[in-house]
């Protein structure tokens, strides 16, 4: 038997619209019954074996737990596919379906598609690629020696297919188109013939039922669709009889008017001379309406003159993107500029940080050389004074007359000793109180750091209160309104707009401000949208300009110049924008588009063209911030960024906020806000207290800590000078005493070796002075040095912020152009379009002339002059038929008696003829359905045969004996099968089989299909799991001898034991697949432990 190609449904239901085509049909269906004659006849020709239909190659992309498999280059007649479990051969049969266009239920693999892309992975490809060649070839001037068929499949399940030619040029992306190459080829995926997967073939193996039995061989010969066809065709059959028999009806009241319609026209009389002036009224009419047309035609001309002279649109347009190229340039320098003055602030911060470390050093040098410089001074001061007291002594030497007694000598002797007691005394002392002098300077150094440390904490919470403060007022002031919100008299300005818009002063009602028309979806990123929408919270927006100079005038009395809300003109839109294709679109973060709920799609729209909130992306972590748009390419469509903090990203740059980003518009329950902001002033008050009483507690102690410093001071000066007293007194007694002894000469030595040294230290207290007059004048110097950088940065610092304010007000004048310029875009657009409009109208009313001329010439093929109106033309024509009308009610009107005793004269006589043709379609039918039914029983009965002889020869090879028996009646199928040595045994079920022998029974039983049937390949999915070695040979030897037989079939068995008992031919071919990842570890790790 021959399988033959798939065929569509066929169409028999035979409508009575459609009765013409009966003859059409009948030639189909004998030529339908010719080709069921042939059923023994192989629906390929011998030449086209072999070149069509095969598998050249199979290549797999991430499918099922394969990253890649293949390409598999198959050969034309055997192919074994070989591996172990986890290697790919199921999957390659899988893919095989799925690429194909089969379904994924067909795999029982899965039941949906996306369960066949690798885990991780976006989506699989299968690429199929079929042999086309010969006489026989599918389009082989298009598509070459081979089809490739890509299948693509997502992992949403969804499947995109591509068929290429050989030069891999698309095709078709259709399934229609697939279809029809497997028709061609006569491939059936679905059929378990041409593809037996494990599971099918487990599921025959096990059934019970007799009749899934017979319903598998059924489905596998096409036994099953040529029976529902018939089933078809005869249900048509009964519909059409149905149809016959109600049009019979309707025939007898076609032939009951066409006789009454016969007598009317027999008896009917002609009205000539009023119909011929009548005619002639008409070719008048028809030329009047041609006149009227032709001055129709002459004053649209000189309208499309006139508007195609008029370029007020065009010279607009051309200024205002003049104006958008001037605003785009002077942004560009406006940027150049603040990069120029950010990257001078960068350098003199870095400036000013060095200036600040080398002044912190050099005051300490300064300081240190103040010491040496007064060091130096106290002791050319000392030396001096001992110079004097030199000299004193030499005075008094000479002028000592006499010796001093021994009584005055043994009194000075006790007063020294008690004053070099009193001396050691006061030198301890003295000691002490320095070592406490340094003791306090530290803790004083100390104090005062903590004061200063305090009092910029205490200005920071000052500041951060009235902050608070002022916000509290606003949230108050916004209980009773929440406009206020926005400034103290936006309400007054919103009532204001209100009673203008109902006495009609504006064309659209303005809307805004913005702040007060959107929300937010998630409240966590109200610092970030505010931070980027700021500028346009008190915004409105107007329709026209129009619109907007009336709410300027609304605005003079509620708001100063400088300080009035902004106003944005745009076409006031019902729907948003479609963004789809400009927006961004990020998996982790949203734009600012998609935070937002606007009460108004015109809020949405203007905002999308004024700030490009599709564009900006709101990433809450300011580390991820940084990675998305600087590390790396920035996501598509993406401009900028926020974060949560209020942070502003570019590609290039980063801003931060100088201060806290507070919340001032977007804020959500007014009530909730305003008990945390007097909670938080609160605790900024009382924090401001607790703060304010430590650094008055610290102001005391470094108050007392200085007041006992200075009392040490003066304590350690009196003893200091206690100590030269008593040093001084030492000295007197000892030259008074050494007077009496010491030579004038060694004095006058003294003097001059003391003069010596006042001199040498004299020099160095010059020279020291000079270093601290040096090391102060470096300090100041350093000190200017920072203050100017200070005064700089400050500089900059205004030039900045007036930049950035320049900036922003130069985009938003961008913004406007760019709305101004679509605006005008748009109407020069609409002038275009109604210019074409009434060009097309021209041509439209051109064309319609030379109708009206056409029809007026086959009225009057003369151009008739006419002085008369086409209205009393119209009267006069109207009257004359009511005359002829009211005439022929009596009468009755000859044309139409005649063209209706002609139509159903036509009507009556096609009708019959029909419903003839068609009962006579019905009866051949029948009589075909009759004939083929009976070949239907004849080649069922053909095929159950044939596929019992070669069941039971194939069986006898493994010496078994057994049978098929068929009950076509009972539509069941049942198999007994004896194994060798139990011939006489009454047990003959397959399951009392091992599981080899069962294996080789249903290869058996397939390769009786295979006898049976046709298709281009045929695949086997280890069909030898569960033999013994025996009767696998055989059931090899079986499938060999069969591949030989139909050497021009292609074939591919799949098993995961050896092949290397198989002949070496050029008819075979074996691709041995890899084992899986988890195996190949393992078995390093096998081969790694006897090493170690």
């Known amino acids: ?75 034309p007649n055997v192919n074994f ?52 060649r010969g006489s026989d070839a599918f389009k082989g001037d298009i598509y070459g020696d081979c089809i490739i068929v890509e299948q693509r499949i997502t992992s949403d399940g969804c499947r995109l297919c591509k068929i290429k030619s050989k030069a891999g040029q698309i095709v078709s992306n259709k399934k229609e188109e697939l279809m029809s190459i497997l028709d061609h080829f006569n491939i059936q995926v679905d059929n378990p013939v041409s593809i037996l997967n494990q599971e099918m073939s487990k599921q025959f193996l096990h059934s019970k039922s007799e009749s899934d039995k017979y319903k598998f061989f059924m489905k596998a010969t096409l036994l099953e669709q040529m029976r529902r066809d018939y089933i078809h065709i005869k249900q048509t059959e009964d519909v059409t009889r149905d149809q016959v028999e109600r049009q019979e009806e309707c025939l007898k009241d076609l032939k009951q008017d066409y006789v009454l319609k016969k007598e009317r026209y027999e008896s009917l009389a002609s009205l000539d001379e009023m119909k011929n002036t009548l005619e002639g009224l008409q070719k008048k009419m028809a030329w009047c309406l041609v006149r009227e047309k032709e001055w129709q035609i002459e004053q649209l001309k000189e309208q499309v003159e006139k508007e195609e002279g008029d370029g007020k649109f065009e010279e607009k347009l ?25 990257e001078e602030e960068q350098s003199l911060a870095e400036e000013s940080h060095k200036l600040k470390e080398e002044l912190k050093v050099k005051s300490k040098d300064q300081k240190g050389q103040e010491v040496v410089y007064f060091r130096a001074e106290n002791k050319l001061k000392q030396l001096e004074k001992e110079r004097c007291l030199l000299l004193e002594r030499i005075h008094k030497t000479k002028h000592i007359e006499s010796q001093n007694q021994e009584v005055e000598r043994v009194k000075r002797l006790k007063k020294i000793s008690a004053l070099k007691k009193q001396l050691e005394k006061h030198e301890a002392q003295s000691a002490a109180l320095n070592q406490e002098i340094k003791d306090k300077q530290q803790a004083l150094f100390k104090g005062r750091e903590e004061y200063d440390k305090l009092s910029m904490e205490e ?56 702040g007060s028309c959107i929300s937010l979806k998630d409240p966590s990123l109200t610092v970030a949208v505010e931070s980027c929408l700021r500028s346009f919270m008190k915004t409105f927006c107007c329709d026209n300009y129009r619109d907007e100079r009336v709410l300027e005038e609304l605005m003079a009395p509620h708001f100063p110049r400088g300080s ?32 937002l709920n606007c009460s108004s799609p015109v809020i949405t729209n203007c905002l999308i063209d004024m700030r490009g909130i599709e564009c900006i992306l709101i990433i809450k972590d300011s580390a991820m911030a ?54 938080e002033v609160e605790n900024h008050r009382a924090q401001l207290s607790r703060f304010q009483l430590h650094l008055s507690s610290v102001k005391q102690d470094i108050q007392a800590m200085e007041d006992k410093m200075n009392s040490v001071i003066i304590a350690c000066k009196k003893n200091q000078a206690s100590v030269n007293q008593v040093k001084a007194s030492i000295s007197e007694l000892d030259n008074i005493e050494e007077s009496q002894i010491e030579d004038i000469s060694t004095l006058e030595e003294e003097v001059q070796e003391i003069q010596q040294k006042i001199d040498l230290e004299r020099k160095n207290v010059e020279e020291t002075k000079a270093e601290l007059d040096r090391q102060d004048a470096l300090l100041l110097d350093i000190g200017q040095k920072l203050q100017d950088v200070r005064n700089k940065i400050e500089l900059l610092t205004d030039d900045s912020d007036q930049l950035k304010e320049e900036q922003v007000k130069r985009e938003a004048e961008s913004s406007k152009l760019d709305q101004t310029v679509k605006i005008l875009e748009k109407k020069a657009k609409v002038h275009e379009e109604n210019i074409q409009g009434m060009k097309n109208e021209l041509e439209a009313k051109e064309e319609e002339i030379e109708e009206f001329i056409e029809k007026a010439k086959q009225i009057s093929p003369v151009r008739q002059s006419v002085d008369r109106s086409t209205k009393s033309l119209d009267t006069e024509i109207t009257r004359l038929r009511q005359k002829i009308t009211a ?159 139909q050497h021009l079939r292609q074939f591919v068995f799949i098993t995961p034991q050896t092949t290397s008992n198989l002949p070496k031919s050029d008819h075979i071919k074996i691709h041995q697949l890899e084992d899986p990842e988890r195996d190949r570890i393992n078995e390093e790790e096998a081969t790694q432990r006897p090493q170690s």
């Open 1 to 75: 038997m021959t399988m033959n190609k798939r065929k569509s449904k066929t169409q028999t239901e035979a409508k009575v619209s459609k009765s013409f085509r009966i003859d059409e049909r009948c030639s189909a269906q004998d030529e339908d019954f010719e080709d069921e004659e042939s059923l023994e006849d192989h629906s390929f020709s011998t030449s086209s074996l072999g070149d069509i239909g095969v598998i050249e190659s199979i290549t797999l992309k991430n499918f099922m737990c394969h990253q890649h498999l293949g390409p598999f280059q198959f050969g």
């Open 81 to 132: 596919i070989v591996g172990n479990n986890g290697s790919g051969k199921s999957a390659i049969l899988t893919a095989l379906i799925v690429g194909l266009g089969g379904k994924a239920t067909m795999t029982n693999r899965g039941v949906s598609l996306k369960g066949f892309v690798k885990n991780g992975e976006g989506h699989a490809d299968v690429t199929v690629k079929l042999r086309n």
């Open 318 to 342: 051309l200024l205002c993107q003049s104006k958008i190229t001037q605003a785009m340039k002077k942004g560009s320098d406006i940027q150049q500029k603040l990069d120029k003055v950010l």
């Open 459 to 514: 200005k920071n919470i000052k500041v951060s209160l009235e902050a608070k403060l002022k916000r509290k007022n606003q949230l108050l002031a916004s209980r009773s309104n929440r406009l206020r919100m926005f400034g103290d008299r936006m309400p007054e300005l919103i009532e204001s707009i209100n009673k203008a818009h109902a006495q009609g002063r504006f064309a659209h009602k303005p809307v805004g401000p913005i």
């Open 564 to 595: 009035r809300p902004q106003i944005i003109v745009c076409h006031f839109a019902e729907k948003v924008y479609n963004v789809q294709g400009r927006g961004v679109k990020h998996p982790e973060f949203p734009s600012v588009l998609d935070t």
């Open 626 to 679: 940084r990675k998305v748009m600087q590390q790396g390419r920035p996501p598509r469509n993406c401009r900028e960024a926020f974060t949560s903090e209020g942070d502003h990203i570019y590609t290039n740059r980063y801003y931060t906020p100088e201060a806290e980003v507070l919340i001032k518009y977007l804020g959500g329950d007014p009530e909730a806000e305003i008990r945390l902001v007097e909670s």
């Open 887 to 1045: 005439q022929e009610r009596s009468h009755g009107d000859k044309e139409k008696v005649m063209r209706d005793y002609a139509e159903a004269h036509e009507n009556y006589k096609s009708k019959s003829s029909q419903l003839r043709d068609l009962k006579k379609f019905i009866d051949r039918l029948d009589n075909i359905m009759t004939d083929r039914q009976a070949r239907y029983k004849t080649l069922r009965r053909s095929l159950s045969v044939r596929c019992k002889l070669y069941f039971n020869n194939f069986l006898i090879k493994l010496q078994c004996c057994g049978s098929m028996r068929f009950d076509h009646n009972n539509e069941t199928l049942s198999i007994s099968v004896k194994p060798p040595g139990q011939e006489n045994d009454s047990v003959s079920d397959m399951r009392s089989l091992s599981g080899g022998e069962r294996s080789f029974s249903t290869v058996c039983f397939i390769l009786s299909l295979w006898e049976i049937t046709e298709s281009p390949f045929r695949c086997l999915d280890e069909f030898d799991v569960y033999m013994d070695m025996h009767n696998r040979r055989i059931s090899l030897d079986l499938l060999l001898e069969l591949s030989e037989r």
